[in-house]
């Protein structure tokens, strides 16, 4: 039978249960729920975000730098034809004048006497008195060397294939200067050219001599800069800044591994030089060396140009 009394027991229980019911909801809310749940980001993750614009890097960080002072310039000899007065250290001390951050092309290599070629070796498809128009064998396949190992350390380089030495060669320096032009038209961004030759030193008896190095306990071809001046009355204005980069450059192989290199020429022609900042005319070798011994220079020089102008 439902009585008053019961009615009154029955709503203390129903009261006794919501109480018991709002304590343990307040002990469940003191509990750190963040630790139950992974932590929000406070910004969507990078998937969700929109795209971002990274700048072009061109560079890796090289295993040093190229540092000098005024002493590194006594190790360049320089046969001066030119008569031309210039100081050493202080050029050699000069800040390099190369920016890492263009975006695009920052070395062009070229070839004048695009049809030099070496001593026939083993394996070599081709023959004749050091020349071929074969750019697989001539200087044209040295200069590619060059430029694939500046790209891989990180250098933007381009390479003109084309044999300005055809059909002419005592015009060749004209048509190189076109291509180089053409160059600097469509990329602005280039700040050195590098014309790649290889030299010749006939001896008495009408054989070619080499002039070798050992790199890397590799037989190898040693290197000679040719640098122009203003002296036979060319404009040339910044030769001295570009006799700075090329004094860098021999120091610095020549630190690493004495005798890499033969005596820095200084001319009075300008020898293209003066179309670019930074410009140099590089022998790889004589006709003497091999293909594989020029190659091997090449590299060489390209691992050290690359210590220089990555800051």
């Known amino acids: 039978m439902f009585t008053k009394e019961r009615f009154q027991l029955g709503l203390r229980w129903v009261c006794f249960g919501v109480l018991l019911t709002a304590v343990a909801l307040r002990m469940v809310s003191a509990v750190d729920l963040k630790s139950l749940t992974p932590e929000i980001p406070s910004e969507p993750p990078p998937a969700m975000r929109a795209e971002e614009a990274f700048p072009t890097m061109y560079y890796s960080a090289p295993s040093h730098a190229a540092t000098f002072t005024a002493e590194d310039a006594a190790l360049v000899d320089i046969h001066n034809s030119a008569g031309a007065a ?10 390099v004048q190369f920016d890492c951050s263009e975006d695009g092309p920052l070395i062009l290599i070229v070839h004048t006497h695009a049809t030099e070629a070496y001593t026939v070796a083993d394996g070599d498809d081709y023959s004749g008195s050091y020349r071929t128009t074969d750019i697989n064998y001539n200087v044209v ?3 590619q060397a060059l430029t694939d190992r500046l790209n891989k350390n990180g250098i933007s380089t381009v390479h003109d294939t084309t044999l300005n030495d055809e059909p002419g060669y005592y015009d060749a320096y004209e048509r ?3 291509v180089i032009a053409g160059y600097l038209e469509e990329y602005p961004s280039i700040q050195m050219v590098i014309d790649v030759h290889r030299d010749a030193v006939t001896l008495d008896d009408g054989s070619e001599m080499a002039v070798p190095c050992r790199l890397n306990g590799e037989d190898a071809a040693q290197l000679m800069l040719v640098m122009g001046t203003n002296i036979a009355g060319l404009e040339h204005p910044d030769w ?4 700075s980069m090329a004094l860098k450059i021999q120091a610095h192989c020549e630190k690493c591994a004495p005798g890499v290199f033969r005596q820095m020429s200084l001319r009075s022609e300008r020898y293209n030089e003066h179309l670019t900042p930074n410009s140099i005319l590089l022998e790889v070798g004589a006709a003497g060396n091999t293909l594989r011994q020029a190659i091997c220079s090449a590299e060489y020089f390209a691992d050290r140009l690359t210590e220089i102008l990555i800051p």
């Open 176 to 178: 190189t200067a076109a």
């Open 240 to 243: 001295q800044s570009n006799l």
């Open 86 to 95: 210039f100081d050493a250290g202080a050029l050699i001390t000069a800040p």
């Open 141 to 143: 396949r040295v200069g």
